[in-house]
């Protein structure tokens, strides 16, 4: 049995990821920040509703995207086998996703399809190719968006971690660097789980796990990023073409520390490392906010939504890296209140984090 602070921040990372999801349901994707404050006021504190004809249409506040909706699924099938069972989860897409949709954007639950659920389907429906033939291209978060739950179950366990993580992102994503990417979002989160923080220091930790072979990556240079030494090979104990995804997070967390480098108001993070889709726009905001406000989990998510562009993603991944933080019980009870479900998504995350333990 996983301790009672261990449950709590794996609890809160994957709480405060469905709260970040459903936040920015109603003001998702405004890359006119203008409109967006016409229709939303100046400074977004809830759960909205979103407007006629913009995505999400229908749905109401404190409701789940797609993105919610498949990180649900993911989180069943983990607490269902008490582990990561490709076949199980891919059952689920298959049963409880796929039926669903059309293979157009706007389809499906949450209102939305994104782009590399869209290519999934596709191949999977349309081509009958098996699971495993069905990643394509697309270059954003999604996959980080649900692997966060294979991060918090196996935060113990860094290198099931990065395997499970891995072959769940390859199921609809398979360029190389996005995969690295969302295996580094992954490994943070996972030891955020376990109690570390996001701070100057933590890039090191994980490069140190990528020295002991646990982690995919290899390593080019010699310690604190010294030339390799003369005659030796550089170490390569993974997949992955470098560590530097592993860097990203220090370098964020540095900056926000910094007081000669200021992000004011912080919602302009969105501006600074850019309002698209992309995985390396979103990891880098994500990682700004989860470090700036690592102890203010309202602050932290706020920021991320009122950025505008792709602020749905930006919340869900500054989301779980602060509830990581602060811990279940230090979220605001009123983003629990509004969200809808939350007693079924509340005992998911506590039976996922009931059982880190387990190998």
């Known amino acids: 049995m996983a301790n009672s602070a261990l449950q709590e921040r794996a609890a809160g990372a994957i709480m405060g990821a469905f709260i970040g999801d459903a936040l920015a349901l109603g003001p998702h994707w405004y890359y006119d920040l203008d409109e967006l404050r016409r229709d ?79 290519e999934a389907w596709r191949r999977r429906v349309e081509q009958g190719l098996p699971w495993g033939q069905t990643g394509g291209h697309a270059d954003t978060t999604e996959a980080a968006e649900r692997t966060l739950a294979l991060a918090v179950r196996y935060a113990l366990h860094p290198r099931e971690l990065a395997r499970t993580i891995t072959a769940n992102t390859l199921l609809t994503q398979s360029d190389e660097t996005v995969v690295s990417m969302t295996v580094a979002y992954g490994a943070v989160l996972g030891l955020l789980v376990q109690g570390h923080t996001l701070d100057a220091h933590l890039s090191g930790q994980l490069m140190q796990l990528v020295k002991d ?89 706020l920021h ?30 009123r983003f629990l209140d509004g969200l809808e479900t939350a ?3 509340g005992r998911l995350a506590a039976d996922l984090a009931a059982n880190l333990e387990a190998g």
């Open 213 to 301: 072979g646990t982690l995919p990556f290899h390593a080019v240079t010699s310690d604190r990023l010294q030339p390799p030494r003369p005659g030796s090979e550089p170490s390569r104990v993974g997949r992955f073409a470098s560590p530097d995804a592993l860097l990203t997070p220090s370098y964020m967390a540095v900056a926000a520390a910094d007081p000669e480098i200021r992000i004011e108001p912080a919602w302009k993070v969105s501006l600074v490392y850019g309002m698209p889709c992309a995985i390396y726009h979103q990891l880098p905001a994500a990682y700004y906010l989860a470090a700036r406000f690592r102890e203010d989990f309202e602050s932290a998510v």
């Open 40 to 118: 939303y006021g100046e400074w977004i504190t809830g759960y909205t509703d979103p407007k006629p004809g913009r995505y999400h249409a229908g749905l109401k506040a404190g409701q789940l995207s797609q993105s919610g909706f498949i990180l649900a699924l993911l989180l069943r099938s983990l607490v269902a086998s008490g582990r990561y069972d490709e076949g199980d989860f891919c059952r689920r897409l298959d049963e409880e996703l796929l039926p669903l949709l059309d293979g157009t954007p706007m389809s499906g639950p949450g209102g939305y399809t994104s782009q590399s659920i869209r």
């Open 343 to 345: 007693a079924v998504l």
């Open 304 to 333: 991320a939504v009122n950025g505008g562009g792709q602020n749905q993603a930006r919340a869900i991944l500054t989301g779980a890296l602060v509830g990581a933080q602060v811990g279940l019980s230090r979220i605001p009870q």
